[in-house]
RNA sequence: GGGCGCUUAGCUCAGCGGUAGAGCGCUGCCCUUACAAGGCAGAUGUCGUAGGUUCGACCCCUACAGCGCCCACCA
């Protein structure tokens, strides 16, 4: 796609701002930030209930649990007591076996009496207590919760609340443990339930059971069903953190594009918790800390900083190693020398722009301010943009299940449909969506991906990089920058033909006539330039393309370059070499416009252009950026040919309504003055033999069209039936704006509460309007006579 | 339950208080030596629904409907 990176820094070696994570460089930075932290007081060791995934055997942090709602089921459990009974409800019933208490809402009259009293906990022998507590819902269910303060974390604060020690009853591999009853020992944990509802329900003590839809939280990386754990591990401290993350933005410091991702960034902060760090892999930065025999904690640097500061007692290493993100964080300093004051770190620390998703705003945005400002006083960048989601056709989301992802290369050197059914049916984890992504690709692409070229990739994702959250991908509007590109080739090559080895008029002693054409141009291109700055200044890629795209099609091309010919065929000497200079300085800064979204095909092309334009350079990419320049602004050009523009579309009109083949040249009859940039254009590009200027049009039937002071009148012979429905139409169409605007002024709130140019604007129109209904009108007389 | 966003031409998307736009698609005529992946001309929209504010609303406000995403502890 043209990614323009620095590869000096692809020097994973580390001296040049490249990394790899485990580089030592980045390790050692790593190592600096944990025992820093560890010695502030914002890294911590605590036993504290974490998401565990069963089957990799290590905590994950919030962010990596996934919960999706599933189908699952609610069963009702009699906890008999003495004298009375309470009925739980419960989705996980294998985990009653940890349960240390039944919760009622204290002001629940119910069940009020019972409070303080005990219940049998069903196949376990044990019994425990019912305890008032807020947390419970009185209106959900029976209004009793039973309590599991090591397998559920609204239970772990429940049980804190009210001393209960909290009985753990799975292994790592969440089977039961040897806490709970011999029965259940060994058995996974849906294994475990099976049998105890068996049980429970033999015991008679199983009330019911219901299909229910639950959200069911998976680990992210293994899509195991997470098992809250108590488990000791590492915590960084986020809440000052999270308040200076939140200051950054603020106070404007870093600033999210489009500014609407900032309410999601505070909002996590806001509420943020504790971040668990510490991670049971074997692949990662490994946590710097080690414990002695009596298993107290030393955080240093290295092995011998940790024995020296235990002064030569045995020690052992925390074998866990860190969050990846963790170390991610720290890229934006990390990678750059830290902490070593550098000159790369002096240089590159903040960066202007950080282009990301905002998959990933929390995982590593959020973090990378938070961290850059605590360990460097500074931002870590300025700008974030955040990019929108590409879906697909059907506005799905892109997966490799769904099989309806996109490969950018694909897009960029075509593809079959045969290689696209192999790709993204290849390795799949479920066979049976075999079919139904055949069905997709066969749907959607019936014959392959034809090449778009990297450009014309690149251009329509930035056409299409509007401020929305996700945007529908939508191979048609490849095609139609494609073609863009092919334009500019094309164009280019018609400057070439034209210009190469002719005089461009680059010889200032050389005398050089700009016609109103040449100076329209250059003015236009001056506001072009200035829409395309104001675009890239706002993060609007669309705009910019946008403006780029209308600046060389469909006014370098459609006018200028037609014009150009007939200026190259008819001009006298110092009006080509005006012509040529024209066409390819304009050309050539047009290149360097497109380049930053065009660039391999506007380097191809610029490598020819340039030197006719007097340019030098060994590439595009080191050119300065046009920039516009107000000075060359025409506002007397840009009104001409407006006038003259007019004037062809009308005559290409009247033409075209009335059947006249393209190749027949006609005779228009046209009053006023018009100007010269207007014969002339009216003559070469609505294929006019005889351009006659009059007093009066002639007294015939021949069409009639009004432009601005003009009214203009191909010879052409036409059935006056025709003409008058023509004409008719016009003057209804006419009446219909008069009739509009003059509603508008004939309202006195109007006129008397909009703004003085608004009102006038209006009297314009209908002046304008009227003007021109009164020469159609008198036309349509004619014809009628 | 909270938050964010979206709803404009057949499709993908701009626009935004003062005459509805682009690309693709569609219709007609053209192989006019830069380009048929092109040229010229053209058709197509009660701007999600209902109220409100305003001289004036696609645009601002409110409610509703539909769609999407994020966050959240309801057993």
């Known amino acids: 796609l043209g990614v323009s990176a620095n590869w000096e820094y692809a020097d994973t070696e580390g001296r040049k701002g490249g990394y790899f994570t485990m580089d030592a460089h980045m390790s050692r930075a790593v190592t600096e930030v944990f025992v820093r932290l560890y010695e502030q007081g914002l890294i911590y060791r605590a036993k504290r209930l974490v998401n565990w995934d069963p089957v990799l055997h290590t905590v994950v942090s919030d962010l990596e649990v996934d919960s999706e709602e599933e189908d699952g089921r609610l069963w009702e459990i009699v906890y008999p007591g003495e004298g009375f009974s309470v009925t739980v409800a419960t989705t996980r019933p294998e985990t009653m076996l940890g349960d240390v208490a039944v919760a009622v809402n204290p002001r ?16 376990t022998g044990r019994s425990i207590p019912v305890i008032a507590d807020d947390y419970v819902d009185p209106e959900f269910g029976s209004g009793c919760v039973k309590i599991t303060p090591a397998h559920d974390f609204n239970d772990y604060q429940v049980g804190a609340r009210h001393g209960l020690e909290p009985v753990n009853i799975f292994t790592p591999d969440a ?32 009330v019911s059971e219901k299909a229910y839809k639950l959200r069911v939280p998976r680990s992210g990386r293994s899509g195991a069903v997470v098992e809250p754990m108590l488990t000791d591990q590492w915590f960084v401290k986020m809440e000052s953190l999270a308040r200076d993350g939140l200051e950054a933005v603020a106070s404007g410091a870093v600033r999210f594009v489009p500014e609407h991702w900032t309410a999601t960034y505070n909002h996590w902060l806001k509420n943020i918790i504790d971040w668990p760090i510490s991670r049971q892999l074997w692949w990662g930065h490994q946590i ?6 009596a298993g107290n904690i030393t955080v240093a640097r290295s092995e011998d900083e940790a024995s020296q500061k235990a002064k030569g007692k045995p020690l052992r290493r925390d074998p866990d190693v860190l969050d990846t993100w963790f170390s991610s964080q720290l890229v934006p300093f990390s990678s750059l020398g830290w902490p070593e004051k550098t000159p790369d770190l002096e240089t590159f620390l903040p960066s202007s722009v950080l282009v990301t998703g905002n ?32 879906r697909d056709a059907e506005g799905e989301k892109m997966s490799k299940s769904k099989g309806n992802t996109i490969d950018p290369l694909d897009l960029i050197d075509g593809t079959t449909l045969d290689a696209l059914l192999a790709k993204s049916t290849v390795g799949l984890m479920k066979a049976e969506h075999k079919e139904r992504i055949e069905r997709y690709v066969k749907s959607h692409y019936p014959n392959g991906i034809p090449a778009f070229g990297a450009d014309a990739v690149r251009f329509t994702f930035a056409s299409l990089a509007t401020f929305t959250i996700t945007l529908n991908f939508d191979l048609n509007r490849c095609e139609g920058y494609r073609n863009f590109c092919n334009k500019l080739w094309n164009a280019t090559r018609f400057v070439l033909m034209n210009a190469e080895g002719k005089d461009c008029g680059q010889d200032e002693q050389r005398p050089v006539e700009l016609s109103v054409w040449d100076r329209w141009i250059i003015s236009t291109l001056q506001r072009a330039e200035a829409e395309v ?30 014009i150009a010919k007939q200026q190259l065929a008819d001009g006298n000497e110092a009006g080509q070499r005006a012509t040529r200079r024209t066409l390819v300085r304009v050309l050539e800064t047009a290149l360097r416009l497109a380049h930053p979204i065009i660039p391999f095909i506007t380097e191809e092309l610029w490598q020819s252009v340039a030197p006719l334009a007097g340019k030098k350079g ?22 001409e040919v407006a006038l003259a523009k007019e004037f062809v579309n009308a005559t290409r009109n ?38 006659k200027v009059v007093e009066e049009l002639p007294q015939s039937d ?16 036409v059935d006056p039936a025709k003409e008058r429905e023509r004409l008719s139409k016009e003057v209804a169409r006419l009446n219909g704006e008069i009739s509009k605007a003059r509603a508008q002024l004939g309202n006195t709130s109007f006129v008397q509460r909009a703004p003085a140019a608004v009102v006038q604007q209006m009297r314009e129109r209908v002046a304008g309007f009227e003007a021109t209904l009164a020469k159609v009108s008198a036309q349509l007389e004619r014809l009628r006579r």
């Open 108 to 123: 629940d009259e119910r069940y009020r009496t019972l409070v303080g009293r005990k219940v049998e906990l069903p196949l």
């Open 175 to 206: 089977s039961v443990n040897d806490n709970a009853p011999p029965a259940y020992r060994g058995l996974e944990r849906f294994a475990a339930r099976k049998t105890i509802l068996a049980d429970l329900k033999a015991a008679g003590l199983l």
């Open 288 to 293: 710097p800390a080690w414990y002695d025999d």
């Open 359 to 390: 998959d990933i705003i929390f995982f590593w945005v959020a973090r990378m301010i938070m961290a850059a400002r605590h360990f460097t006083g500074q931002v870590p960048f300025r700008d974030v943009y955040i990019n929108a989601i590409v």
């Open 533 to 562: 700055e104001a675009a890239f200044a706002e993060y609007r890629f669309d705009n910019a393309a946008a403006a780029i795209y209308r600046f060389v099609w469909d006014e370098y091309c459609d006018w200028y370059v037609e």
């Open 618 to 639: 060994e590439t595009i990419m080191l050119q300065p950026y046009p920039k516009s320049q107000p000075e060359k602004l025409d506002a007397a050009a840009e009104r």
């Open 654 to 691: 009247l033409r075209s309504d009335m059947k006249v083949p393209p190749k027949d040249r006609i005779a228009l009859y046209a009053t006023g003055q018009p100007s010269a940039a207007t014969v002339s254009a009216t003559v070469s590009l609505a294929r006019v033999a005889e351009f």
């Open 702 to 717: 021949s069409p009639v069209a009004v432009v601005g002071p003009h009214r203009i009148m191909p010879y052409i012979e």
